[in-house]
């Protein structure tokens, strides 16, 4: 397949032809090894739960297989993946999230020297809406309280996540109702599991509302933990700006790119690098310095945060390593392709893993630990300026300039552009300058060709003049096609373009990480609040044209279940039962009053999504 065909991007084309020269095997060379994929997969109806099977389910209606050796038919099969799938997605989000608490707690106790508070306005802000006394209290006390309140909701103490509170009281008696109120996050992964033994829960419809549940933990629960103690560690994202593709990559630096979701890690990378002991011993390495980018989502952290360009998405994490001019590439978890072990190979790239939870074979594995994460991260700067001297200059090729960006936006960031109230946006709103908001979440899938969907969404839905945030992968994505600076507005409609002037701000908003989708669901609940209504009833959406991976299903499902509908490119493995299928295409709208709307063509996708936006205009009275 030409190049051309499978990205739309001149930095990821020229990379490929040059894997396909150097001999590197891609993700898109995997991808057709693959084809033709299996049906009964594909349809969700295999099961591998027990071991009277593996069983897979006919759609033949000949009486064969109708059921598994258990006695399980398709409808509750496809039900019991569909919940796992969630299950592993919200599971990824929320030990993201308690790592994180971990480190809080290690500051608190002194044994975390090279992380502090950054923001202790937030840390008190939080706390307060848990509950926590924060008057005339000493930070550190607060910190610990803190640190407590966020443990047990990961427990089972309890009746339900602290952070529910921000929640509008009519969608709260609607979780009540359906018994899908979220209690500790690991009790309803757990139950996920268990309900999904075999012989447990055999009714398609209870294992998915369970499911529901399971992902408004993680919504509400890991996920907001994980920005909120984030933003309280590491600062709240602010505007800046920045520059995205593989521009960002410089042939004359020591080059690192950090990887994963975690800024645990890749801040103290960051720092280490600015470290002017670690810059002078590059350039006794012959290096003019050292050059930190970033991939994936903790590149959007450090990118949100600390302004540090992002050198690609998910599809872009092997072609960065093809310039031949990448000394380490630093990983914690999450998305990040086994195979980047045999890419780094093939050039003189380390490829250093920190997490004991996520260790690829024949990496370096550096056990990062918070007592000792600035020598450690040193340790790293050092390995990479090592591996300098190691690089081939015939080898490099960085195919394209860096674009601008400005990114890093927050709700506080939000607020403190609209002066201090939400007030500003509401009044576009009811003006129809904006017509509504939509949320697009990263990810990229061979299936597509690589970023189409993405960037051809966002642009219909900024011509239509509603207002997009951009999470996790698509932030690379909208970057590289001009959306992320105030003169992306030209390619938006009138209303939002008058906005985008008046505020000097993008058409595209950065709005951080996956897990910052809380950001997301926290801004709507306020807006709801504001206007005395239920999140279901603003014209908002979210959508992931490019989905792949178990979290993106989990943070579609706990916007659907918190009453946004979303946006998908291609449906999730259920198509083989039409009972589940319907529920997530239409029964979903009867509960949460929202559902899932599976379109693979964006410009029909943006159509749909803005016919639903008028219907919610007019039933507000706009
Ligand atoms: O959490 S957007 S490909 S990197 S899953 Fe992964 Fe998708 Fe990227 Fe971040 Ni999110």
Redesign the pocket.
């Known amino acids: 397949t030409p190049a051309k065909d499978l990205t739309i991007w001149e930095d990821a084309q020229k990379m490929i032809e040059k894997a396909r020269r150097d001999g590197v095997e891609t993700v898109w060379d995997r991808f057709e090894q693959q084809q033709p994929g299996c049906k009964f997969c594909e349809l969700g109806l295999t099961c591998k739960n027990c071991n009277m099977g593996p069983c897979r389910i006919s759609l033949k209606e000949d009486g064969k297989m109708q059921r598994g050796v258990c006695g399980a038919d398709g409808d509750v099969i496809v039900a019991r993946n569909f919940g796992r799938f969630v299950a592993g ?1 919200s599971a ?2 929320s030990d993201h999230g308690r790592d994180l608490i971990e480190v809080l707690e290690a500051i608190t106790e002194g044994e975390a020297h090279d992380y502090k508070i950054s923001d202790e306005d937030k840390l008190r802000r939080v706390s307060a809406e848990l509950g926590i006394s924060v008057d005339n209290r000493e930070t550190m006390a607060i910190a610990k309280d803190l640190v407590e309140a966020c443990f047990a909701d990961f427990g089972s103490r309890r009746k339900e996540l602290g952070f529910v509170s921000r929640v509008p009281e009519v969608r709260r008696e609607i979780w009540k109702k359906y018994k899908v109120m979220p209690r500790g996050v690991d009790r309803e992964i757990a139950e996920m599991m268990h309900r999904t033994h075999m012989g447990c829960d055999n009714d398609a419809v209870s294992t998915l509302l369970h499911s529901a549940k399971t992902a408004l933990a993680d919504g509400w629960g890991g996920s907001m933990i994980g920005t909120e103690l984030s933003d309280i560690i590491f600062g709240v994202p602010t505007p800046s700006r920045s520059q995205v593709n593989l521009g960002v990559i410089k042939a004359d630096m020591v080059n690192i790119l950090v990887h ?2 975690n800024p645990v890690v890749s801040e103290m990378v960051l720092a280490a690098a600015r470290n002017p002991e670690m810059i002078a011993q590059a350039q006794k390495a012959g290096a003019e310095g050292i050059n930190i980018g970033g ?6 952290e450090l990118l949100g945060r600390q302004g540090i360009p992002m050198a690609g ?2 599809l872009m994490t092997e072609l960065a390593i093809v310039t031949g001019a990448v000394e380490a590439v630093v990983v914690d978890y ?2 990040i392709m086994p195979s980047m072990v045999q890419v780094a190979a093939c050039y003189h790239t380390k490829f250093i893993t920190t997490a004991d939870k996520a260790q690829f074979t024949g990496a370096t594995h550096i056990s990062f630990n918070t007592a000792t994460a600035a020598d450690q991260a040193k340790e790293i700067i050092e390995m990479a300026i090592a591996a300098y001297a190691l690089r081939d200059q015939s080898r490099v090729e960085i195919p394209v300039a860096a674009v601008d960006t400005i990114t890093g936006f927050s709700n506080e960031a939000l607020l403190n552009m609209l002066g201090g109230s939400l007030d500003p946006l509401l009044d576009a709103v009811k003006e129809g300058s904006i017509r509504g908001v939509a949320a697009i ?4 899938n061979p299936k597509f060709q690589h970023d189409s969907q993405n960037v051809g969404l966002a642009k219909e839905l900024i011509k239509k003049d509603i207002l997009v945030l951009a ?4 932030t690379t994505a909208a970057g590289k096609a001009g959306l992320l600076v105030p003169e992306g507005s030209e390619m938006a409609g009138p209303g939002l373009k008058k906005i985008c002037s008046a505020l000097k701000i993008p058409p595209v908003l950065h709005f951080g ?3 910052d989708n809380s950001r997301v669901i926290h801004l709507c609940g306020l807006i709801a609040n504001a206007l005395g209504v239920d999140i279901s009833d603003l014209p908002v959406w979210g959508s ?1 044209p ?7 299903v989990a ?1 579609g499902l706990y916007c659907v279940a918190s009453g946004i509908p979303v946006h998908i490119g291609t449906p999730p493995q259920i198509t083989g039962s039409k009972l589940v299928t319907d529920i997530a295409l239409n029964g979903l709208e009867n509960i949460f009053g929202a559902a899932f709307l599976v379109e693979p063509d964006y410009v029909k996708a943006a159509e749909k999504m803005d016919e639903r936006i008028k219907l919610k205009r007019l039933s507000l009275g706009l």
């Open positions: 997605g990824g989000h994963g979701h991939l994936c989502c903790t590149g959007n998405n998910h999450q998305c979440v990263g990810c990229n999470t996790g992968c698509i990480s996956c897990v992931s490019e989905w792949y991976s178990e979290k993106a943070i």
